[in-house]
């Protein structure tokens, strides 16, 4: 590890001994009748005034079964600069988590960048991967365990300007090695590839492909739809998956793989707190999965049917999703960390000041990315299992 690195991962260390969030808890219930001048304005995306001073918002005595309250969550590690965003991947065998920064530096332009971190879990050091590397895989946004692996992730990079396509990538956490496995849809540059997810097969992944990057000024028009994807890392086939989004965001399985989830983030164009449409989508979609063989000798591959509402967010939108072994769906928004049944029925909250982007889960507990800070939750139950 050479010194700057070094540097950085003291630095970033965190306060790991530091004192507890709150964990008191409130109930759903109390919103049922607020009267008139206790309502939110369309624009107010921070968490409700109501639940100030707990951890936890309980709608479902189920969450109670799911998320360890008697414990706060706590700061698992934090800095000075929005270095915890997306990307979150859990690396038993390393006892790592690999994550990615918000974007960073002059953001108007294609000057920005987006920093590579890894927390081990254990000590709670944060270090940064070499610079180099973020350079090569530009804008670095989703990522997931690479099937067959305990070293390797895929990961998706956003791209820049025309010189730097968005891609699907596999990087060693080991060596640092990376390649490129997807770079384009027919001869068409991605939008900016978000997040991804593999099927139950390990071959197929999806990944979901809003125009962020556009909005965000480092990114050419959009060439595409906005678009979820599948791809046969064997057959090396693309496929668009599903459409009418606004904006594609996470995507996440069900344990027993027949359920899909999807996020739609099309509320925020991408630009800051002035780009907010209440109007458009802060709304988890659930996708039944198919699986059909393409003719006699052709091969199986998974689609996406029946496109259904799933839930809507309570504060903010609903960015990265996981699940846990039961199938509960677990988002993070501007409330922080917002639990669902299989159903869809809301049954509480993790209560994050600042909100949440991404999570992951490691055994069980769940590390939620709050931008400056890394939340850990305790959990009573683990997350699911990944092909």
């Excluded at 999806?206 to 556009?214: A, C, L, Q, S, V």
């Excluded at 699986?291 to 504060?315: D, I, Y």
Aim: glycine share 10%; proline share 6%.
């Amino acid at each position: 590890m050479g010194l700057l690195v070094v540097i950085v991962a003291l630095a970033l260390c965190a306060a790991w001994a530091q004192a507890a969030l709150p964990n008191g808890i409130c109930s759903y219930s109390s919103l049922a009748v607020l009267g008139p001048g206790s309502m939110r304005a369309a624009n107010n995306f921070s968490p409700l005034s109501q639940f100030k001073g707990c951890g936890y918002a309980v709608a479902d005595n189920a969450f109670l079964g799911l998320v360890d309250t008697s414990a706060a969550p706590r700061v698992a590690a934090e800095a000075s600069y929005a270095f915890a965003h997306e990307a979150p991947v859990y690396l038993p065998a390393l006892k790592q988590i690999f994550f990615v920064s918000n974007r960073l530096g002059n953001t108007s332009g294609v000057t920005q960048f987006i920093e590579l971190n890894t927390l081990d879990i254990s000590t709670g050091t944060v270090t940064k991967l070499p610079e180099t590397l973020g350079n090569s895989l530009a804008m670095s946004n989703g990522a997931t365990n690479l099937p067959g692996t305990d070293d390797s992730i895929a990961l998706l990079t956003q791209g820049k300007g025309d010189w730097q396509p968005g891609a699907v990538n596999k990087l060693n956490l080991k060596t640092l090695k990376h390649e490129v496995l997807l770079d384009n849809y027919l001869g068409r540059q991605f939008n900016s590839p978000n997040d991804i997810a593999f099927f139950k097969d390990g071959r197929t992944l999806f990944f979901t492909d809003p125009p962020y990057g556009f909005a965000q000024n480092f990114k050419l028009q959009p060439q595409l739809g906005n678009y979820v994807y599948a791809y046969d890392t064997v057959s090396k086939i693309v496929s668009v998956a599903a459409d009418g989004f606004v904006k594609p965001n996470g995507v996440a399985f069900s344990p027993d793989y027949k359920t899909a989830y999807v996020t739609d983030t099309g509320m925020a164009d991408g630009t800051g707190p002035s780009g907010f449409n209440p109007a458009n989508p802060q709304t988890i979609y659930a996708f039944d999965m198919e699986t059909a063989k393409s003719g006699k000798s052709g091969s199986f591959f998974p689609t996406l049917r029946n496109r259904r509402t799933f839930a809507v967010a309570e504060t903010g939108l609903p960015d990265g999703i996981r699940l846990d072994v039961q199938g509960n769906v677990y988002t993070g928004t501007g409330a922080g960390v917002e639990v669902f049944a299989p159903s869809g029925k809301r049954l509480g909250t993790v209560l994050i000041e600042g909100g949440v982007a991404n999570l992951v889960f490691a055994d069980k507990v769940l590390y939620a990315l709050n931008e400056k800070r890394i939340i850990a939750v305790q959990m009573r139950v683990p997350g699911a299992k990944l092909p």
